[in-house]
Every structure is written in structure tokens, then in C-alpha cells.
């Protein structure tokens, strides 16, 4: 089984479509837009909630990263190189 994160998941479209793909077991992080969460996913709002999920094999940031200025964009890839 591999774990992933979806880190600032949005209403957790993602998770729904990767779980239980080839044994995956997906969750997301969403603190800010509760509003659009589907509570029928595996979605914390508590980071220490995940934190106890834990660990995972994979992050994703797809609907985070899309935030990010130019320059922070570019400091983020840098340090993932």
C-alpha cells in the first residue's frame, strides 16, 4: 500500500479519484476552505490529524502551488532539485 498526501486538497477531488488505485490510501489537508470539502473523503482540517496519518510515500501541492509567486515558485523548485 502506498500512502499519499494531498496537501491544501481543495474539496478533495484528487483523493477521490487516486484512492484505492492499485492499493493507494489517499488523504488531504485542507485548512482554509471548508466550505468545499467533502466530508465523505479522508480530509483534515487539523494538521496534527495527519500528522497521525502518517507517514506518507508521496505529497502532492496541486492546489497549492498555484499560489505562489514567481519567485517563491522558483525557490520551492530549486530546493526540491
Do not use: W
Not at 9 to 23: D, H, T, V
Not at 25 to 39: H, I, L, S
Amino acid at each position: 500500500m502506498h500512502k499519499v498526501l494531498d496537501y491544501g486538497c481543495g474539496s478533495g477531488n484528487f483523493i477521490e479519484a487516486i484512492q484505492g488505485i492499485n492499493g493507494i490510501e489517499a488523504v488531504g489537508f485542507e485548512p482554509y476552505m471548508k466550505e468545499r470539502v467533502n466530508y465523505n473523503s479522508p480530509i483534515y482540517e487539523d494538521f496534527y490529524a495527519v500528522e497521525a496519518a502518517g507517514p506518507f510515500d508521496l505529497i502532492t501541492i496541486f492546489e497549492t502551488i498555484e499560489h505562489l509567486t514567481d519567485t517563491e515558485l522558483k525557490n520551492f523548485l530549486y530546493q526540491a532539485n
